[in-house]
């Protein structure tokens, strides 16, 4: 039996639900839908809660897609918000008002500024005129008219404009500050002094005019009136955060670091809980390379304002930098935990890619976000460097060029792409690229060494020397210019200065090889081999774990006929790190010169008797193999070593020499070039075989990058310079071809390619 009190409850429950929901009563009109909306978007703006308002903005274009003003406030709150999308997304929104109502002037002002913002005169201008038209005394249509006409150099006619501005309205700042700008356009700096005055007459503590006469009195070299002029300002907003950065940076531009350490620190003192004092000092610390001060400044930022996204990038950027990942990458992890789409994680993650070696992920990751953000510097910047591990020089060179058109002043892109320079061999652009970088920091420490080896490799060595000077002036231990001073110094004869350039690279870095060698060098050129053994052996004490150490004095002690004590160097070269390739060279090579060889054989068969898997038994029969013509017995035990330990390096990269020389297959080659560069990459052979492999493939840019790493570390080997003057040929520049071809025949006219360099030679 149905319960009648339960019907009767369920009536009232439903009809409570249907008033609730409008359905009974009459439902609201569209008309009065959009009323509400825009009342609340109102009320959101005014409140700024800018991300509420543009939702109920949005409500209204939904239901009136023609309603111009909505647009106009759609495009007003993407202003508000200032991201990037959010500009876009403003402009799009102003195009689609003046397209409703070309009679709303704000917008068109709006317009135009945007265009101008883009280097679009021709368009700003159309806007400005479309507001003359209707208001010719609107003082912002002629200001934004003029500045149209200065983009396009036509000053004459845009300082007609600013005047007719400041007839309608004296009291703009701007207009006397784009006026004075104008001047300076055309080379009049007391016309331009003239017309700041003359706002300064209006508005004597205008900041904005003070700031700016402040900046042509620097301009024109009148550095101290430019700094009475900034520290004026300062003195009449003592708040503003902006001052203080602007006087710091002027110190900075004219060296006066303590003031301008001091300065920020003024800032620090009277904001306390701000973060922005902070993030400049330790702008400031990274600048003059004091990275302890640094960090520590980033991280107080980070600690007075945890979500903000410019302490995140710094704290995060400076330990990436430094290598630390394993403090970098939990910051990382959470920026994408809160946001999986937050852009300073996803491209600091790709980093963290890079530095791990997964090249491609990284490529791909910043690839989408540029996609999605095509004006972030940053971005355009790491795909730059991540081609760059990729040795892709040419797609690097565009992503750091297109970072530095976005960001003028972004060092580090600009350090970057100078460096890429340097490396493909282009030198006069690596010096381009380099002092540009250092205009805008003069204790810029990468952009220094860039310039310094440019010189160097171009053959400028009366530059190249001043430069290097002038590092270690500052850095008296920075072991690779005292090195490059050293180098300099012995081909002067100068033996003397260069065992003391040499040895305080040394001191500076304990494992420097390269400048232990040339130490050795220089007491073999005088005649004192013992004296250079000695040299090395006192070494190996200091750092006993340094492979390259042991095989240096192998070499030392095969120059002295002592071949008992140069294998056992050898042998405890390949004992402490089985994975160096010049080990196992200069071990076959002592086997060959004593007649050994068949011994040799003898007694690495009876090694992989008793363990097949032994990789150096497999390595060095693959070597002597090698050595006797034999490439199909080295193959065979290069891959018998890779099925043991497919990443070993020395096994894949004279497998790659093998296979680009018989050049039946290229890409295998390369794949295991590859393989031996990712787990060795600082190996000069592997460079030499990747290198080739690539002139092989006419891949010319990139065999030159690699090649010229080579040869700089291999600067006794006249094949790898063969190798890059060949390259450097192809590429289209005879001269370094030359260079290149006449240093390989110099060390020595007997090394198998010699015939052809000479014939080369000749025909260049």
Same mark, same amino acid.
């Given at each position: @039996? ?9 009536? +009232? ?28 978007g109102?009320a ?34 993407h202003?508000?918000?200032?991201? @990037?999308s959010?500009?876009?997304? !403003? ?7 003046? =397209? ?47 500045r149209?006409?200065?983009? #396009? ?24 500050? =784009? ?26 503590? $205008?900041t ?14 009148? +550095? ?16 503003? #955060?902006?001052?203080?950065?602007k ?17 920020? %620190? ?8 701000? #973060?922005?004092? *902070?993030?400049q ?11 302890? #001060? ?8 980070? =600690? ?18 430094a ?23 996803? +491209?600091?993650?790709a ?7 997964n ?27 991540? *081609? ?14 297109? !970072?530095?058109?976005? !960001? ?5 892109a ?23 970088? /250092? %205009? ?11 310039l ?27 072991? $690779? ?6 180098v ?13 350039? /040499?040895?305080?690279?040394?001191e500076?870095?304990?494992? /420097?090889?390269q ?21 090395? @052996? ?10 390259l150490? &042991? ?44 007649? %050994? ?20 038994? &497999?390595? @060095?029969l ?57 787990? %060795?990459?600082?190996?000069?052979n ?36 063969? *190798? ?17 071809l006449?240093? !390989? ?11 052809e ?8």
């Amino acid at each position: @039996m149905r319960n009648p009190m339960l019907k009767m409850t369920m009536s +009232v429950t439903l009809t409570i639900a249907l008033i609730a929901t409008g359905w009974g009563c009459t439902q609201m009109s569209a008309e009065e839908k959009k009323v509400e909306h825009i009342s609340r978007g109102q009320a959101y703006f005014a409140e700024e809660k800018y991300r509420e308002a543009l939702i109920e903005y949005k409500n209204v274009v939904q239901i009136d897609p023609k309603d111009a003003n909505a647009h106009y406030q759609l495009a007003l709150i993407h202003m508000k918000l200032g991201g @990037m999308s959010d500009l876009q997304a !403003a402009f799009g929104e102003l195009a689609t008002t003046v =397209d409703l109502d070309p009679s709303i002037q704000d917008a068109q002002i709006k317009l135009s500024e945007f265009y101008l913002l883009a280097k679009q005169p021709e368009k700003a201008r159309k806007h400005a005129d479309i507001v003359l038209a209707s208001a010719p005394q609107d003082p912002k249509g002629h200001l934004l008219r003029g500045r149209s006409l200065i983009i #396009e150099k036509e000053f004459d006619q845009g300082i007609e404009e600013f005047r007719q501005a400041i007839q309608l309205d004296p009291d703009n700042t701007n207009t006397y500050i =784009d006026l004075a700008k104008a001047y300076i356009g055309l080379k009049k700096p007391e016309d331009a002094f003239a017309a700041l005055k003359e706002g300064l007459a209006k508005q004597p503590n $205008s900041t904005e005019l003070i700031l700016t006469l402040g900046d042509i009195y620097l301009i024109t070299g009148k +550095v101290d009136e430019a700094e009475q002029r900034y520290q004026k300002a300062l003195e009449l907003e003592p708040d503003n #955060e902006a001052f203080y950065i602007k006087l710091s940076r002027f110190y900075q531009l004219v060296r006066k670091w303590e003031k301008a350490e001091k300065t920020l %620190r003024q800032l620090v003192e009277k904001k306390p809980q701000s #973060e922005v004092g *902070h993030i400049q000092l330790g702008e400031f610390f990274v600048q003059i390379g004091k990275g302890d #001060e640094a960090i520590a400044h980033f991280q107080k930022a980070l =600690d007075l304002k945890p979500d903000s996204e410019v302490a995140q990038e710094k704290v995060i950027t400076y330990h990436l930098d430094a290598g630390n990942l394993d403090k970098a990458q939990p910051l990382i992890q959470g920026l994408l935990d809160k946001n999986k789409n937050n852009l300073l994680g996803r +491209v600091s993650n790709a980093r963290v890619q890079v530095m791990k070696g997964n090249v491609s992920e990284a490529i791909a990751t910043l690839q989408r976000v540029i996609k999605e953000e095509p004006r972030m510097a940053m971005a355009h910047h790491y795909l730059g460097i991540a *081609h760059a591990a990729n040795n892709d020089g040419a797609q690097a060179v565009h992503e750091l060029t297109e !970072a530095v058109k976005l !960001a003028p002043n972004m060092i580090a892109a600009r350090n970057a792409l100078a460096g890429i320079r340097l490396a493909e061999g282009s030198y006069d652009l690596a010096i381009e690229g380099a002092q540009a970088a /250092f %205009r805008l920091n003069t204790r810029n420490l990468p952009s220094v060494r860039v310039l310094a080896e440019a010189y160097f490799r171009k053959g400028e060595i009366a530059k190249a020397k001043k430069v290097y000077e002038a590092i270690v002036e500052q850095l008296p231990m920075d072991a $690779s210019s005292q090195y490059r001073l050293g180098v300099i110094a012995a081909n002067d004869k100068d033996y003397k200065g260069a065992l003391t350039h /040499f040895e305080k690279a040394v001191e500076g870095n304990p494992n /420097f090889v390269q400048a232990v060698s040339q130490i050795a060098a220089v007491h073999l050129t005088q005649g004192k081999a013992d004296k250079a053994r000695e040299r090395v @052996m006192n070494q190996i004490k200091t750092v006993p774990d340094n492979p390259l150490l &042991h095989n240096l004095l192998g070499g030392l002690w095969m120059q002295a006929k002592k071949m008992d004590e140069a294998e056992q160097a050898f042998r405890k070269a390949i004992s402490i790190d089985d994975t160096v390739q010049i080990s196992y060279m200069n071990l076959a090579e002592l086997y060959r010169k004593t007649d %050994r060889v068949n011994d040799a054989v003898k007694e690495y068969e009876t090694a992989l008797a008793k363990n097949p898997k032994l990789v150096s038994a &497999h390595m @060095m029969l693959g070597m002597i193999a090698e050595q006797r013509k034999d490439h199909e017995g080295a193959k065979e035990h290069y891959r018998e070593t890779l099925k043991i330990n497919d990443t070993f390096a020395p096994a894949a990269n004279n497998l790659a020499w093998i296979l680009a020389e018989e050049g039946s297959n290229l890409d295998e080659a390369l794949s295991y070039a590859k393989i031996a560069r990712e787990q %060795r990459p600082s190996d000069p052979n592997i460079a030499d075989t990747l290198g080739w492999i690539y002139y092989k493939k006419n891949a010319y840019l990139k065999a030159v990058s690699y090649l010229s790493e080579a040869a700089e570390k291999l600067q006794d080997n006249p094949t790898v310079y063969y *190798h890059l003057g060949m390259t450097q040929l192809k590429k289209g520049d005879p001269a370094e071809a030359k260079k290149a071809l006449s240093k !390989a025949l110099k060390l020595s006219d007997r090394f198998p390619e010699a015939e052809e360099a000479k014939k080369t030679l000749a025909e260049l």
